[in-house]
């Protein structure tokens, strides 16, 4: 069991039949009254995100994640099918439940499906990915690596992001995972 006012942002715990994610956990302390935790949390099988308020001292059972290995082979639509690297066996993630790992996902690319028991629950996403830009502004005559402007480019993956003014179409580029996709480097 875990009190409430020693969950972190990142961890998981069971409320009842919902595994929740903690988002964001802060103490707050009002004019009158007990310290209470304000948290921002995330129902792992819903996808809903919502806030609280807790008493530091509720507590809760602390949910252990496994991870494994899997390579992302495709989307049919309504699920994202992935493969065990090692056993072969297929999972299917409902693609509405990983809607912004798929920004970062091509086919063939590898990554950890999560596990809480039997039940697989989510994706977690290498620190960056290499994605090809399929659409952007022409290079701009005289831009260097050390420009300090950029132009938006869309990936393979239908993500958007901002990149510096010498990246063309076709080329590779490395992208950061976190904070929804942020330019790296170029990819020799």
């Known amino acids: 069991m ?24 802060n103490h707050h302390k009002p004019g009158k009254g007990n310290t ?15 806030e609280t308020t807790l008493r530091p001292d509720e507590k809760f059972e602390q949910a252990y ?3 494994k290995e899997v390579q992302y082979l495709y989307s049919d ?12 066996e297929q999972y299917e993630l409902p693609l509405d439940t990983i809607e912004e790992e798929m920004k970062f996902l091509v086919e063939n690319s590898t990554c950890e499906i999560q596990f809480f028991g039997q039940e697989v629950i989510g994706v977690e996403l290498p ?11 022409p290079r701009i005559k005289g ?36 904070q929804g996709g942020e330019y790296k480097s170029r990819v020799s």
């Open 65 to 67: 994640i496994d991870t």
């Open 143 to 178: 831009a260097t690596a050390s420009g300090t402007g950029g132009k938006p480019a869309t990936l393979e993956t239908g993500l958007t992001i901002n990149v510096p003014d010498f990246i063309e179409s076709g080329e590779l580029i490395e992208v950061s995972t976190q």
């Open 36 to 50: 209470v935790m304000r948290m921002k949390l995330k129902n792992i099988r819903t996808g809903a995100i919502f």
């Open 2 to 25: 875990i009190q409430a006012v020693n969950l972190r942002s990142g961890m998981r715990y069971v409320d009842g039949n919902d595994l929740i994610q903690v988002l964001e956990a």
């Open 77 to 88: 639509g309504s699920n994202g099918i992935f493969m065990d690297n090692v056993t072969y």
């Open 127 to 137: 620190p960056s990915v290499h994605l090809t830009v399929t659409e952007t502004e």
